[in-house]
């Protein structure tokens, strides 16, 4: 039997019209990366003198190196600083707050788990005057402790919403057993709940280290000297020192996703188990 007999039978049909659909999106999304990939391969001279989506005639890497050399090392490590020092602690926390919302029964715990959904009604931008004047009060104002603070408590919900979904999903025959052993609450969350939620941790943390690392308003409002200047507000600057050197800006652009690739790299096949657990249930 033929192949057009088979589709003919199973009522199959080729989706033209999706496929097209998906070419026109992967258009839409690579032309962007493309044409940010090859100006920055250009000099300044080139970006103005030649088409803006051909590639350059003569590549160069002197708009990486003008970025490197104007203090990019030191944004970047700040970046780290305060991407690490805020995605760890928010991990943990919410990984041993989940832990206690789902397995957790009094009328104090269901309380508990209300004051974290209220916490994802409340905007950042709400909350800028009283965490400055906080972040002041307490003298860590222009300082990666600034950043770092209101970074674990605004991500703190919704790391703790996407964790009690999927920890719900575990059997609670697993729990029984483990307590018919003998093991404590302490023992049964770091030996059977971590490892069997290490999908959706890398999920959350993938996200929230997205959304600290291009994290704009905090660095602008809480940090002043240049010192403590992150990635976001660092190529603000450049963008304000190479106002008509567009290369420079977008050499600087594809050094600070660099990092941000390499983590989905990592951690891609974590990432797509978190996001599509409990689906197939």
């Not at 974290?116 to 005057?129: E, K, R, S, V, Y």
């Not at 002043?224 to 450049?238: A, G, I, K």
Request: with cysteine; proline share 7%.
């Amino acid at each position: 039997m033929s192949t057009q007999t088979v589709r003919r039978h199973s009522g199959q049909r080729p989706n033209v019209l999706g496929a097209a659909g998906g070419w026109v999106w992967l258009a839409i999304i690579i032309v962007p990366i493309y044409y940010v990939v090859i100006t920055s391969l250009k000099d300044q001279a080139g970006f103005f003198s030649t088409n803006p989506l051909l590639p350059p005639a003569n590549p160069t890497l002197a708009n990486y190196q003008l970025v490197l050399e104007n203090d990019f090392v030191r944004y970047f490590f700040n970046s780290v600083v305060v991407t690490v020092g805020a995605v760890l602690p928010t991990l943990v926390v919410s990984f041993m707050a989940s832990y206690a919302l789902v397995r957790g029964t009094t009328r104090f715990i269901r309380a508990t788990n209300s004051l974290f959904l209220i916490g994802l009604a409340i905007p950042i931008q709400a909350t800028i005057i009283p965490i400055y004047f906080m972040i002041t009060q307490a003298r860590l104002y222009d300082t990666l402790l600034a950043l770092i603070l209101p970074s674990i408590a605004f991500a703190i919900p919704i790391s703790v919403l996407i964790l009690n979904s999927f920890m719900r999903n575990i059997p609670n025959e697993l729990f029984e057993s483990m307590r018919l052993d003998g093991c404590t609450d302490w023992q049964i969350m770091w030996r059977l709940a971590l490892p069997l939620t290490r999908p959706a941790l890398m999920t959350v943390g993938i996200y929230n280290g997205l959304q600290v690392w291009n994290s704009f308003l905090f660095p602008l409002i809480l940090t002043q000297s240049p010192e403590q200047r992150v990635l976001p507000l660092s190529l603000w600057t450049f963008q304000g020192e190479f106002t008509v050197n567009i290369p420079a800006i977008l050499a600087s652009v594809i050094l600070s996703t660099l990092p941000l690739l390499a983590l989905y790299i990592f951690g891609r096949r974590q990432l797509l188990s978190g996001l599509t657990a409990g689906f197939g249930k």
